[in-house]
């Protein structure tokens, strides 16, 4: 039986990430836990959350999953949701500047002030709602998702890795920003898959699925 660990670090929407992946793989056994062995005993791990950088990593740190978060991310398959692709990199903007995991080179910006570049009105910050992602490669877990489908954002920074070549996905809002990042063993999405519909599931079932 394939074991997924949600890393449980006291944020995020552990319990509809669960759901989710419960549904999609109904023969795995979903665990939500803080618990470092099982999180490193299991087949695959997920990594999700909302909210505050800066709160993420204290409740990291707090729970003593920092290293564990790491480990789990070089050696596993690992799914970073919302807020894990940005804990992943290694800086954030975020309230006056934030060292996160350095697991992938790069940093997490403010949107600032906004615009629509055809037509100069200011965008709402946060970029909340549904938004098209562009696969800009074909990676497994894109696997039966439709080019340019639509995902549920909710968030105020975004992404720069430093590597182009981390990049899976861009979503326009205001620029094209790099909303999906995949290297070896990780996927890591800006946007909510278990708020996603069909494509969101798909990509959920695609992570029970992949083989790295």
């Not at 552990?14 to 992946?21: I, M, N, T, Y």
């Not at 804990?87 to 060292?99: H, K």
């Not at 909303?179 to 909510?192: D, Y």
Request: proline share 6%; aromatic share 10%.
């Amino acid at each position: 039986m394939t074991r997924i660990a949600i890393i449980d670090y006291g944020m995020g929407n552990l319990r509809s990430v669960a759901k989710a992946l419960e549904h999609v793989a109904p023969q795995a056994q979903v665990r939500v836990t803080h618990d470092r062995h099982e999180i490193l005993q299991a087949d695959r791990v997920v990594f999700p959350g909302q909210g505050s950088i800066r709160d993420c990593m204290g409740e990291l740190a707090h729970w003593d999953l920092v290293e564990v978060v790491r480990e789990a991310a070089l050696g596993k398959p690992f799914l970073g949701l919302c807020l894990g692709p940005q804990a992943l990199l290694e800086f954030s903007e975020e309230n006056g500047g934030v060292a996160c995991l350095n697991v992938l080179p790069g940093r997490v910006t403010w949107f600032g002030d906004l615009r629509d570049p055809a037509t100069g009105e200011r965008l709402k910050v946060p970029h909340m709602g549904w938004n098209q992602v562009h696969q800009t490669d074909d990676h497994p877990l894109w696997r039966g998702i439709p080019q340019d489908s639509r995902f549920y954002f909710v968030h105020s920074y975004y992404l720069q890795p430093t590597d182009e070549a981390l990049v899976a996905g861009r979503t326009d809002y205001g620029f094209a920003f790099a909303s999906a990042l995949a290297r070896g063993n990780i996927f890591a999405v800006q946007f909510h898959p278990e708020k996603s519909a069909q494509a969101g599931l798909r990509l959920l079932a695609n992570f029970v699925d992949w083989n790295p």
